[in-house]
């Protein structure tokens, strides 16, 4: 008879060898560094370079071979599940396994001791912050650790750390951590840290000053990419003061080490790559590090994070359908993300473009991060700031260096944004154009371990020679064509960048879902509204299809605004169809079964680009039918269409299977009663 195997949660020890190499994903770090976005978004969905900070996390987990993701989002952690249940790291053929988890956590320290109580680690496990940009292969330094382990079971923790090099001068740390090492063993022996530019003394045991060879280092990065250990999550559990990963934790243990006996080592990573966008000057810097190539495969030619960027000939970055009417000026190490159209004599200076972005004509954009579905009017001048998502910015506005413009906000034409000012959804203005006073706006306090600035986005970052700069003289670059302004400033090229007639389309569709987006914000009358849009048809030469295509974009958009404030995704929807079903289907109007299909598909391909997007589709196709703005057929066929069950949409379209099944349902009910009412005729 074989011998008895002891179980270890529910597997032998036989097959814990074989354990999936787990890692913890912390999204929030709990502080205010990235307010005033990160108080109405989390930090982990903040565009770098027009894909999520967490994309480029669990792309670097999975190229490490880690295979399960216990991930806590902390903060907004609904944004956050909607995004990752959405994307492709759910799918069937995503290499991680990522487990959502939720905690009542107010500290890193909370996650950890939440994750120690679950008993969910089973060894060795790889814990990151969710903005981790890196392409360092972690496996020696893993076998370096469990070689460690295997001598010495108190090693509890290994911490990633990588010496700084001459491309650092771009990542100003407002913190500087004071390492004290044995470099014979890599043990930590002290840790401290200090504010950037301010005199530093530490105070070290004396016992550890016995040690025969010690190392202080003060140029050390630190990776936050750490390999633990159970026992590591247990003292955790064991001290509730234990807050902060460093300053708390890795001091405490290392204070109380005649105590506890536990040991933490270091691991330098060499010739790669590893940063975290802790702060936005990191933001900033390592956009510029991404920008350039300093990283090769992190290069975002390489479209690593699921963009899809092609290289021009001069030196920018395009994604697909993006209309760039003629004479423009795009300067090298611009990036512009698809269905985003830029107006004539527009000029884009070191700029990353988000996606779906309408620019008016004659702007003038330096050294700015305009984020997702943004509208910029014409004649406006935006200098080193950042422009939060579904922001409106009217015609003849000027916003200066370090300005944050949050999520959703609305700018009147004509406005002035001061340096470093902050504006939100909930901001307003002065009859001149002046913002007035806004509480939201001013709440947002310091970490206490940070250093406050008068922009924490100007001033680590936008001082840097490498934006106040240009390298490239516009003048003498080769360029492509349709990029550049002619020489002689004539318009005899065509209208947009390869004069098509889909560009053509694709401009008026922007524009015009523009122009409805702004109108619903003003809840103007439908009717209204219908009269402009007839006339904005006329003018632009667009077809019935085009329209429709507008007015879905816009129905969808509007809504999304709508839960991102707070609405509900059902009364958003309701709410919003019920104002402007005219705009979708005029009273007693023909209108085909087709085009019904192709308006479903064109909202459905809308709101799969957004966070909300596939809570919304299930009241969004249920209202359309009780409004009786669609016939039945139109759904079922939209639902069949092998249109709506493409990869990038089939999240969307599988949200609304409960309600088709209802309507399957319903209809196989109507044909039994009616099956009934024949049979008794007959009788």
């Known amino acids: 008879m074989p011998p008895k195997q002891t179980k270890v949660a529910g597997r032998t020890k036989e097959d814990t060898k074989e354990d999936p190499l787990q890692a913890v994903v912390v999204a929030d770090t709990f502080e205010s560094k990235f307010a005033p976005f990160s108080t109405e978004r989390p930090r982990c969905l903040i565009p770098l370079a027009n894909a999520p900070l967490i994309e480029y996390t669990l792309e670097y987990l999975a190229s490490a071979g880690v295979q399960d993701v216990f991930f806590y989002a902390g903060a907004h952690i609904e944004q956050v599940e909607t995004y990752l249940n959405a994307s492709r790291w759910m799918s069937k053929s995503s290499p991680l396994k990522i487990i959502l988890l939720r905690c009542m956590a107010t500290s890193v320290g909370d996650i950890m001791r939440d994750i120690d109580q679950k008993r969910l680690i089973q060894g060795d496990f790889i814990c990151v912050s969710g903005d981790i940009i890196s392409d360092f292969p972690i496996s020696k330094a893993l076998r370096v650790h469990k070689q460690r382990r295997e001598k010495d079971k108190d090693a509890i923790m290994t911490i990633l750390v990588r010496e700084r090099n001459q491309s650092d001068h771009r990542h100003k740390d407002q913190i500087v951590p004071t390492f004290v090492i044995d470099p014979t063993k890599d043990r930590i022996l002290h840790y401290e840290e200090s504010f950037a530019g301010t005199a530093f003394g530490t105070h070290v045991d004396p016992e550890i000053l016995k040690t025969p060879e010690l190392d202080v280092r003060q140029d050390l990065v630190d990776c936050r990419i750490d390999i633990g250990t159970p026992d590591m999550l247990s003292l ?25 006996g536990k040991t933490i080592h270091t691991y330098v990573v060499d010739e790669h790559y590893a940063h975290r966008v802790d702060s936005p000057a990191a933001y900033a810097a390592i956009t510029y590090d991404l920008q350039h190539g300093i990283a090769s495969s992190l290069a975002l030619s390489n479209n690593i994070a699921g963009t899809r960027f092609q290289r021009s000939r001069k030196n920018i970055l395009k994604e697909d359908d993006v209309i760039i009417q003629r004479p423009t ?4 190490g611009t990036i512009v993300g698809s269905g985003t159209s830029i107006g004539a004599s527009t000029s884009i200076r070191k700029t990353i473009v988000g996606r779906r972005c309408q620019i008016g004509k004659r702007a003038n954009i330096d050294s700015a991060f305009i984020w997702d579905d943004v509208t910029i009017g014409s004649d406006v001048k935006i200098s080193r700031a950042i422009v939060g998502s579904e922001t409106f910015i009217g015609d003849k506005c000027v916003i200066e260096d370090g300005a944050l413009i949050s999520f959703g906000s609305r700018i009147p034409a004509g406005s002035h944004i001061p340096p470093g000012e902050r504006v939100t959804s909930t901001s307003s203005f002065n009859k001149d154009g002046t913002l007035a006073k806004d509480p ?7 970490d206490e371990d940070e250093p406050t600035y008068e922009s924490q ?49 694709e401009r008026f569709v922007h524009d015009t879902a523009a122009i409805l987006v702004q109108r619903m914000q ?22 019935g299809g085009q329209v429709q295509k507008a007015v879905a974009i816009a129905l969808s958009r509007h809504i999304h605004s709508e839960v991102d404030n707070g609405a509900s995704a059902d009364k958003a929807t309701r709410k919003t169809l ?15 079964i087709e085009e019904q299909v192709v308006f479903l598909l064109e909202a459905q391909l809308d709101l799969s680009r957004r966070t909300d997007g596939a809570r919304i589709m299930p009241f969004f196709v249920k209202d359309l039918y009780d ?31 409960p309600f088709i099944d209802w309507l399957a349902a319903t209809d196989e009910e109507e044909s039994e009663e009616e099956e009934e009412d024949d049979d008794g005729e007959e009788d």
Request: proline letters at 3%; hydrophobic letters at 30%; charged letters at 35%.
């Open 522 to 543: 003003e809840d103007r009358n439908s009717d209204d509204m219908q009269s402009e849009l007839m006339g904005l048809r006329f003018s632009g030469g667009a077809d």
């Open 440 to 446: 939201a706006a001013d709440a947002f306090e310091s």
């Open 457 to 505: 986005w100007a001033r680590p970052f936008y001082g840097q020679q490498e934006f106040a700069e240009s390298t490239f003289s516009l003048d003498s670059d080769a360029s492509e064509p349709s990029d550049e302004i002619s020489k002689d400033g004539s318009r005899s090229a065509s209208f947009v960048t390869h004069g098509s007639e889909e560009d053509t389309s």
């Open 627 to 657: 409004l009786e703005v669609f016939e039945e057929e139109a759904f079922t066929k939209w639902f069949d269409d092998e249109r709506s069950k493409e990869d990038n949409v089939a999240a969307t379209r599988d949200a609304a299977e």
């Open 236 to 260: 955790w559990s064991d001290n509730f003061d234990n807050q902060h990963p460093r300053k708390d934790f890795l001091y405490g243990v290392l204070k109380d080490y005649e105590l506890n």
């Open 329 to 332: 000026r795009l300067d090298h």
């Open 578 to 592: 019920e104002q402007y079903r005219n705009l979708v289907r005029r009273p007693n109007a023909e209108q085909t």
